[in-house]
């Protein structure tokens, strides 16, 4: 396993019970992982969801999730907490000049299509509140 | 040298050369003007953007017993029911009842006309709330019901005013954000919003409104449908550029069409936040290339394409006919534009990309026959320009 530094971007999903545990100091000090959180809602006694990118080995990374999943957290690597619905996007490209970090964009600028890429998205919601088709939403 | 009567034979045969006005741009420069204007029958303009001025009329048929509505919603959005019995008129930007608009700002404006007319086109069910004061033979008062676009009589759209010929480019030089039709605006012009299919748009392509007129066949939102008059605000009396070109509003269509014909993908309620609801829709419109010169007019590109940008902080609510400036749609495109050597990021209302995939499918509907062409019964008014609201002083 390789020792160069990689991140991933991760949904952590808890179910009610499992917000009281300093998970992101157990992250940091106990598998050396740097943690860059983009959106939290974590209530007491209500399911909450986490947005977070870490980085590290992949070694780290992996025991990192692992010990997230032993508390009962759900991790989800494909659906992030931003979700663009390919149907429902008119196309019309308001959304670029308001998205810091080209998470959406026009690649083509012949044909201007809109290409999402989540692994960009830092989840600040500014498109949210551009979009005129609702195409764009939050799971939280 | 070719008149609608030749071209409409050449579709009905199959053997029409048509090209989108994108493609044509480069097939004149390949081919030359002369050759290519013998070869090319069919130039495909289209656009896709929020068109406020848009609405629908519906007839419902009648209950039993039967209702004279006199006030009536369509999923809580009022409808205009001074038309007849069970007629009424939705229009676009029309919000759902209780939305607070802008009493809490922005607002949201989720939900209204434009949405309803989307669904509608959908095939999706819609509530209907009508009221009435009865009368002897229309006893019915009251009346609560779901229904389709397939159980009503008609659904026919009406756009009084679309195919704008150009539009401004707008900024904000204010030092708070503001909320307009052609969307949220950074302050102090850290971006601008724009809204035309620029080379692709209709008018553009037949600035002078040869071909283009009363009674022209249209494709609109997937429905053959029609140009019923100039539309409103049509003022084609303004600054024009490179082939004659406006730079600024300058000319608009009003088009109507049959709504159980259209495709959902090309009607769509449109919000736009702090301003309201307006509704979204393709069009495509022919341009048969009668001469040389009505193909010089198609080879128009983004980059002679010119744009008036206006500050929609002070000079345009306070109408000041201030402009600070112009763009090309090329510059638009790209993503930000240069002014007064600011970089300014640019981000469009109106889809380019469904602009071309309209121009493609009417393309395809020509080549294959389907769809035929039209000669104007009636031209546009070529001078003419908008007056402003006249106030009465007391
Ligand atoms: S949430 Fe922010 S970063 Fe993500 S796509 Fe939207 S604007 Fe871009
Ligand atoms: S603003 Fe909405 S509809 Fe327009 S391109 Fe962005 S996601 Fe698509």
Redesign the interface.
Known sequence: MSTEPITRKLMLYFPECETEKPIVYHLVKDYDLIINIFRARVTPEEEGYLVLDVTGTEEHILQGTEFIRSLGIRIDAVNKGLAWDENKC?????????CPTNALS?PD?N????VFNTEECIECLSCI??C???AVSSLF | MKNIEQINDKISSGKAVVLTAEEVIDYVDKKGLDQAAREVDVVTTATFGPMCSSGCFLNFGHSKPKMRMTEAWLDDVSTYAGVAAVDLFLGATQLQANDPANRDYPGDFRFGGGHVMEKLVAGEEVQLFALSYGTDEYPLKELRTTFTINDLNQCIMVNPRNCYQNYNVAVNTSDRPIHTYLGYLKPQMKNCGYSSAGQLSPLLNDPFYRTIGVGTRVWLAGAQGHVYSEGTQHSPTCERGHLGVPSEGAGTLALTGDMKKMLPEFVRGVSLKGYGVSLSVGVGIPIPILDEQMLLQTTVRDRDIMAQVIDYSTDYPERTGRVLGSVSYEELKSGSIMLDGKKIEAGGLSSYSKARKIAGILQEEIRSGQFLLTRPIAPLPLEQSMKPLKEASS
Not at chain 1, 90 to 98: E, L, R, T, Y
Not at chain 1, 111 to 114: A, G, K, L, S, W
């Open positions: 008119a196309q019309c490209g308001s959304c670029v000049p308001h026009i600028r044909t201007m299509e809109i509140k551009v005129p088709f609702a």
